[in-house]
């Protein structure tokens, strides 16, 4: 069986060091650009929020909204509260 070895010779040889070395700066290059794009993205959301502005929600009452009446489903709604609020209660 042959023996295998393992040296900085080897490594020297076959352009190891060389290889190595740019395998880590092509990594570090990503991970800086990686970096700098997270920390230029408050800036990025920014500018694009002038170009298309987000859009608006209507979550909060109308100022001349009327009410509406309540209708059966109201009554619906609060029997199967009910009945959701007895099981929780009594599941176990």
């Known amino acids: 069986m042959q023996q295998v070895l393992f040296s900085w010779d080897s490594v020297v ?19 800086l650009l990686v970096s700098v794009y997270i920390a230029l993205l408050p800036a990025l959301a920014a500018f694009f929020n002038k170009i298309i502005p987000p859009a608006g929600h209507h979550t909060g009452p109308v100022a001349n909204a009327s ?26």
């Open 13 to 31: 040889a076959g352009d190891g060091v060389a290889l190595s070395i740019t395998g880590m700066s092509i990594v570090f290059v990503a991970l």
């Open 67 to 92: 009410v509406p009446a309540p209708s059966a489903g109201h009554a619906e709604a609060e029997i199967v509260a009910a009945a959701v609020a007895y099981l929780h209660k009594n599941k176990g």
